[in-house]
């Protein structure tokens, strides 16, 4: 691993920047907008002016935890888009001025999984709810005009004007793409849309059930869409969210709090005729991955698990049902997607109109709004909500 020493070189020039930052502080309370200190880039890392942010439930789970991996103060935030102001020693994939997607999964692309087609799952930089920077542990890039330091958020804290991520984390993009759109492409819409295509491989003409229409779920959706899915289920406790959904590619529904006596993969099984071809679980509840797992069709069926359950969580399924029903059961972190190899592929498909990032945004803010966006999120009133810079 490489120390953070920096040599006395062209780099020594990086002073720290001071800038306005949402930090949380403490666990379910409103995020304080503060000033802080940015320090310079080491080797192997840039550092990146954001333009926007979006809000991901993921940050939401985090600034609620009280057990770790939870840790205060944090600077939250992980889908954004930003331009590079500083690189540090040994960076060549980008230079100052160049716009890229930070993303939490990292793509170092030298390990043995990295060059492979069957993983996006880093083994040089394993995935980890870190509060330290991937290449340095116990190092910080943010302190409070205290000097205190402010912990990271995975690999990308977007929730500050700048900040510093390993360059394992970024993606070159083409600056001509809206803002507001192509930072979706940093975790949310990435994840659904991936989780279809590449975990999964939904194939055309095929049935597909989605648990949870939120934004994960609703993404799974338009990535169903677009292999061609023929029957796309969506499983939501609010009726509301069908007409959501309908925009997306759902082409049913079913309220799982009106399925009376009957389970909801129950009511799926007679709906499919035994069993759907993919299902995706969005919500993060085990109880609904042994639901899922229970109405994909024997002998071929793919269960995908994308949301996030609470730590230390267990999945419980029939050891009858694993061995003789021949179910697949996979998580799916960032829709199995290797970021920069297939990001770009995404934003082409943005561009000749197939992929439909406009209509996920329903709000756009300023960053100072941070707190008003975070109450439509957990009220359920927005998709994505894209918070401006500047």
């Given at each position: 691993m490489?120390?953070?020493?920096?040599?006395?070189?062209?780099?020594s020039?990086?002073?720290?920047?001071?800038?306005?930052?949402?930090?949380?502080?403490?666990?379910?309370e409103?995020?304080v907008?503060?000033?802080?200190?940015?320090?310079?880039?080491?080797?192997?890392?840039?550092?990146?002016?954001?333009?926007?942010t979006?809000l991901?439930?993921?940050?939401?789970?985090?600034?609620k935890?009280?057990?770790?991996?939870?840790?205060?103060?944090?600077?939250?935030g992980?889908?954004?888009?930003g331009?590079?102001e500083s690189?540090?020693?040994?960076?060549?994939?980008?230079?100052?001025?160049d716009?890229?997607?930070p993303?939490?999964?990292?793509?170092?692309?030298?390990?043995v999984?990295?060059?492979?087609?069957?993983?996006?799952l880093?083994?040089?930089f394993?995935?980890?709810?870190?509060?330290?920077?991937?290449?340095?542990?116990?190092?910080s890039?943010f302190?409070?005009?205290?000097?205190?330091?402010?912990?990271?958020?995975?690999?990308?804290?977007s929730?500050?004007?700048?900040?510093v991520?390993?360059?394992?984390?970024?993606v070159?993009?083409?600056?001509?793409?809206?803002?507001?759109?192509?930072?979706?492409?940093?975790?949310?819409?990435?994840?659904?849309?991936?989780?279809?295509?590449?975990?999964?491989?939904?194939e055309?003409?095929?049935?597909?059930?989605?648990?949870?229409?939120?934004s994960?779920?609703?993404?799974?959706?338009?990535?169903a869409?677009?292999c061609?899915?023929?029957?796309i289920?969506?499983?939501?406790?609010?009726?509301?969210?069908?007409?959501v959904?309908?925009?997306?590619?759902?082409?049913?529904?079913?309220?799982s709090?009106?399925?009376?006596?009957?389970?909801?993969?129950?009511?799926?099984?007679?709906?499919?005729?035994?069993?759907?071809?993919?299902?995706?679980?969005?919500?993060?509840?085990?109880?609904?991955?042994?639901?899922?797992?229970a109405c994909?069709?024997?002998?071929?069926g793919k269960?995908?698990?994308?949301?996030?359950d609470?730590?230390?969580?267990?999945?419980?399924?029939?050891?009858?049902?694993?061995?003789h029903?021949?179910?697949i059961?996979?998580?799916?972190?960032?829709?199995?997607?290797?970021?920069?190899?297939?990001?770009?592929i995404?934003?082409?498909?943005y561009?000749?109109?197939?992929?439909?990032?406009?209509k996920f945004?329903?709000?756009?803010?300023?960053?100072?709004?941070i707190?008003?966006?975070?109450?439509?999120?957990?009220?359920?009133?927005?998709?994505?909500?894209?918070?401006?810079?500047g």
């Amino acid at each position: 691993m490489e120390n953070g020493n920096s040599s006395s070189d062209n780099k020594s020039s990086h002073k720290p920047i001071r800038c306005k930052a949402a930090v949380s502080r403490k666990a379910g309370e409103p995020l304080v907008m503060e000033e802080i200190m940015v320090a310079p880039p080491q080797p192997f890392e840039v550092r990146i002016r954001i333009i926007c942010t979006a809000l991901c439930h993921s940050d939401v789970t985090f600034w609620k935890l009280q057990v770790p991996p939870a840790c205060f103060p944090r600077i939250l935030g992980h889908e954004a888009i930003g331009v590079v102001e500083s690189v540090g020693e040994n960076v060549k994939e980008v230079v100052e001025g160049d716009t890229v997607l930070p993303t939490f999964m990292p793509d170092c692309g030298d390990c043995v999984d990295c060059k492979s087609h069957k993983s996006n799952l880093c083994s040089k930089f394993p995935f980890k709810v870190s509060p330290w920077m991937p290449r340095y542990e116990n190092s910080s890039r943010f302190t409070d005009l205290n000097g205190q330091t402010l912990f990271h958020f995975l690999n990308v804290s977007s929730f500050s004007e700048y900040t510093v991520l390993d360059v394992a984390n970024v993606v070159k993009i083409d600056s001509s793409i809206p803002p507001s759109r192509a930072c979706l492409l940093s975790c949310g819409v990435s994840t659904g849309v991936g989780a279809a295509w590449e975990t999964a491989k939904v194939e055309k003409g095929s049935t597909v059930v989605i648990f949870g229409l939120g934004s994960i779920g609703l993404a799974v959706a338009e990535g169903a869409r677009l292999c061609g899915a023929s029957r796309i289920i969506g499983v939501d406790i609010n009726p509301t969210k069908f007409q959501v959904g309908q925009k997306f590619g759902v082409t049913e529904f079913v309220n799982s709090m009106t399925c009376e006596k009957n389970r909801v993969s129950e009511v799926i099984n007679e709906m499919t005729g035994g069993g759907a071809d993919y299902c995706f679980e969005c919500v993060g509840s085990s109880s609904l991955v042994q639901e899922a797992y229970a109405c994909c069709r024997q002998g071929w069926g793919k269960t995908i698990t994308l949301g996030v359950d609470k730590p230390g969580s267990q999945i419980c399924l029939d050891s009858f049902d694993v061995l003789h029903h021949g179910k697949i059961l996979m998580g799916s972190l960032f829709g199995g997607l290797k970021a920069k190899t297939h990001i770009p592929i995404l934003l082409k498909r943005y561009l000749s109109n197939e992929l439909e990032l406009d209509k996920f945004v329903t709000h756009e803010m300023k960053f100072e709004e941070i707190n008003d966006a975070f109450q439509l999120l957990l009220e359920g009133k927005c998709i994505r909500c894209v918070l401006w810079m500047g």
